[in-house]
Nanobody, 115 residues
Framework: QVQLVESGGGLVQPGGSLRLSCAASASIFSLNAMGWYRQAPGKQRELVATVSRGGTINYGDSVKGRFTISRDNAKNTVYLQMNSLKPEDTAVYYC?????????WGQGAQVTVSS
């Protein structure tokens, strides 16, 4: 199963930007989709964004217009550019790799939006 490592999290002020990266241990070209999910304290994990093998992109309603997902198959890496960050974006962000039979998850990256 592919292993995923997230990086790029941290503390940022409201209105700021961060870029998360998710590096895969194997090729992501043939995977059904790659995506980002997040989980805030006391809340369920929710969809942030996904990108399919064919390039179809889907965003959660709360991040539309502010976040951008992209994938670089040559580098086996998926990115999440987060702009205009709000305190409610504070969460642990998880990378996911969706295969035919299973989904692999990264260990998570903490994003904290606070002044």
């Amino acid at each position: 199963q592919v292993q995923l490592v997230e990086s790029g999290g941290g503390l940022v002020q409201p209105g700021g930007s961060l870029r998360l990266s998710c590096a895969a241990s194997a090729s992501i070209f043939s995977l059904n989709a790659m995506g980002w999910y997040r989980q805030a304290p006391g809340k369920q994990r929710e969809l942030v964004a996904t990108v399919s093998r064919g390039g179809t992109i889907n965003y959660g309603d709360s991040v539309k217009g502010r976040f951008t997902i992209s994938r670089d198959n040559a580098k086996n890496t998926v990115y999440l550019q987060m702009n205009s960050l709000k305190p409610e974006d504070t969460a642990v962000y998880y990378c996911a790799a969706v295969g035919l039979l299973s989904t692999a998850w990264g260990q998570g990256a903490q994003v904290t939006v606070s002044s």
